[in-house]
């Protein structure tokens, strides 16, 4: 399987670790570590190598057994009271985050975009080196440097349209760096080891930022955690870095995504052990729903509808939507909502009046169940967005008789339609998508709707579900017949796709645009068949 970059790359090739397939970065064969990472660098990193590495390892098999129990029947579940539940706790949230309406989010190896998102008018931004950016060295490497320019505030694109360079105004907004998760590993920099991917991007940014021109402290975006326990391994890098290179306890601050479904049962846990870093949480929806796909996959009631189908407000979102604020409050946090995928258009007007109607419906949702604010990734949304918040946070309200241990695997029944229409674009869009990553982009706009890793990651696991239990589940065509979808059909789903796209791409008489898309065709498909389900 090949990962994302601009040809399939061996070295981003996943590699057996342990009894699993890990995904790796490595870093390309002529570049050597001593004299192309910056000067210092090494040495900076192996301590923190030494300290957190073999933790990492630890962590993703405990990952592994909570799954593998899910898959035997036994599923996520809060855990027993403790301190972290119990006491009266509280973060002291500084004034510089207190407005958090609207955080822009968007691939950080792009500059223009970069730009454009800090002179949005959002009071947050955040830089992702993860799930909307192709994991190849390449687009990693771009990343950090477009990071470092942006809290430098030196980052600059040139504007064709109005022949000029623009660069980033003078604003309060807030930068986040959302770093690849502990489940990816990084090679090529300590001969003949890995080292996980986080420790290697917040390392780069921390090494190389100038902390005294920061405006507040460094902001990090936590992706990807699946326990309480993760969080101490964040806390514990947080801590060393400050000490290595002498600065406050306190130089690096953090949110935290709640986007695998074992983590929505430890979130005060989680926050309790970052609780001198820690902002805020926010419920990053479309990774939760394919983790929640995944840990509920052998059982046929949790066969999902149609994407598309599925009304934002649906149960397995709803409670933890109303669960993440009352958790965040009470602790003096921000509760952060989910990105909206359809996506404004300026060349559709009645897509883009469509779009920003569903934006300030779902922004509207979110406020009422008191989040403080929520995700958008493109500048027209901004306003919209932020005007749907009744004030910069909504940190005193609170439900009374709130439900603090709510059912977070409803059932999703009576819920959307589950149509051999719908697997077939499932189908389409994993091609697509794949496409997109083979030529180095971790996003791509489909159908009116930002894909990226996460929308890819359910998509693979609906049809891997609808495969798993067909004879269980009904899927039906447009006569209203019941369609089995076998092995057989999945397949032959893939050819007409492919061969529909290659048509539609063929007057480009580009060979390796072809030779892409059948990559990419093939790629998606075995991964859905070998069961591979981690976001890579």
């Known amino acids: 399987m090949a990962t994302a970059t601009t040809k399939p790359n061996p070295a981003l090739t996943p590699r057996p670790f342990a009894n699993r397939i890990v995904p790796v970065n490595s870093a390309p064969p002529e570049f050597d570590a001593a004299r192309d990472l910056p000067k210092g660098f090494l040495e900076f990193l192996a301590p923190l190598h030494a300290t957190l590495t073999l933790r990492q390892r630890a962590l993703i098999a405990r990952r592994d057994f909570a799954l593998a129990e899910a898959h035997a029947g036994k599923v996520p579940d809060y855990l027993p009271p403790s301190v972290a539940t119990t006491n009266p706790w509280r973060v002291e949230l500084p004034a510089w985050c207190a407005d958090q309406r609207n955080q822009m989010t968007g691939p950080a190896d792009d500059a223009d975009l970069v730009v454009k998102m800090l002179n949005s008018g959002a009071p947050g931004v955040m830089l992702d080196l993860e799930d909307s950016t192709a994991n190849a060295w390449e687009h990693n490497s771009r990343g950090i440097k477009n990071i470092l320019e942006a809290l430098a505030a030196r980052l600059t694109y040139f504007d064709r349209k109005r022949n000029k360079t623009i660069g980033i105004n003078p604003s309060s907004t807030v930068i986040f760096t959302r770093p690849r998760g502990l489940h990816i590993h990084q090679a090529g920099i300590f001969p003949g080891e890995l080292i996980p991917a986080s420790l290697f991007d917040v390392a780069m940014v921390t090494y190389q930022v100038d902390f005294s021109a920061l405006k507040h402290p460094l902001c990090i975006y936590i992706p990807k955690s699946e326990s309480a326990d993760e969080a101490l391994w964040w806390r514990d890098l947080f801590q060393m870095i400050p000490r290595l290179k002498g600065l406050p306890t306190d130089a690096i601050k953090c949110m935290a995504l709640v986007e695998s479904h074992p983590l929505a049962f430890q979130m005060e846990e989680f926050a309790w052990n970052l609780r001198e870093h820690i902002l805020g949480l926010n419920l990053g929806r479309w990774d939760y729903m394919a983790s929640l796909i995944h840990f509920n996959l052998e059982n046929p009631e949790w066969v999902l509808p149609d994407r598309n189908t599925i009304p934002h407000n649906v149960a397995f979102f709803q409670n933890l939507r109303n669960l993440i604020p009352e958790i965040c409050h009470k602790h003096g946090m921000l509760a952060i909502g989910g990105m909206t995928a359809l996506y404004p258009s ?46 910069p946070n909504q940190l005193q309200a609170r439900p009374a008789n709130a439900n603090i241990r709510p059912d977070l695997h409803p059932l999703p029944t009576g819920v959307g339609k589950r149509t051999l229409a719908g697997t077939r674009a499932a189908v389409r869009t994993v091609i697509r998508y794949r496409n997109g990553v083979l030529e180095g982009k971790g996003a791509s706009l489909l159908d009116g709707y930002m894909e990226d890793l996460a929308t890819d990651r359910i998509y693979r696991l609906m049809i891997a579900q609808r495969m798993k239990h067909s004879d269980k589940v009904k899927i039906l065509d447009d006569s209203g017949a019941t369609v089995l979808h076998t092995p057989e059909l999945i397949g032959n789903l893939f050819d007409e796709e492919l061969d529909r796209l290659l048509r539609e791409t063929a007057k480009d008489g580009d060979p390796q645009r072809t030779a892409t898309l059948r990559e990419a065709r093939r790629i998606s498909e075995e991964m859905i068949r070998r069961e591979e389900f981690d976001p890579v």
């Open 346 to 391: 300026r060349e559709d007007a009645e897509l883009n009046a469509r779009a920003l109607k569903v934006l300030a419906e779902d922004k509207k949702n979110e406020a009422n169940s008191l989040m403080d604010g929520a995700w958008t990734g493109h500048p027209d949304q901004n306003e919209i967005a932020v005007s749907q918040f009744p004030a």
